[in-house]
């Protein structure tokens, strides 16, 4: 499986962004995606995760600003990142997993300042 993120950048405080993730190869082994991110000097963290399913999970940080969805016909997950704060500054990864296998795109910069 591979994995193509984008849509990251530089935003103001209280603007949005919407990352995009398009995944290619072994789909159907895909059973959850999601988006982390990690900011200098910190761990990577989950920020929102949807199953094959369509359930979804958030941190609580970010739970009442961010939405991810998926789109099935394009393999693509996005992250709408709306109400954005300066501790959202991070890079940011898309991630999937199924069958024990993990897999992570290239991170994507989102930076939030004024």
């Known amino acids: 499986v591979q994995l193509q993120a984008s849509g990251g950048g530089l935003v103001q405080p209280g603007g949005s962004l919407r990352l995009s993730c398009a995944a290619s190869g072994r789909i159907f082994s895909i059973n959850a995606m999601g988006w982390y991110r990690q900011a200098p000097g910190k761990q990577r963290d989950l920020v929102a995760v949807i199953t094959s399913g369509g359930s979804t999970d958030y941190a609580d940080s970010v739970k009442g600003r961010f939405t991810i969805s998926g789109d099935n016909a394009k393999n693509t997950v996005y992250l709408q990142m709306n109400f954005l704060k300066p501790e959202d500054t991070a890079v940011y990864y898309c991630?999937?997993?199924?069958?024990?296998?993990?897999?992570w795109g290239e991170g994507t910069q989102v930076t939030v300042s004024s």
């Open positions: 991630n999937a997993h199924g069958y024990g296998m993990e897999y």
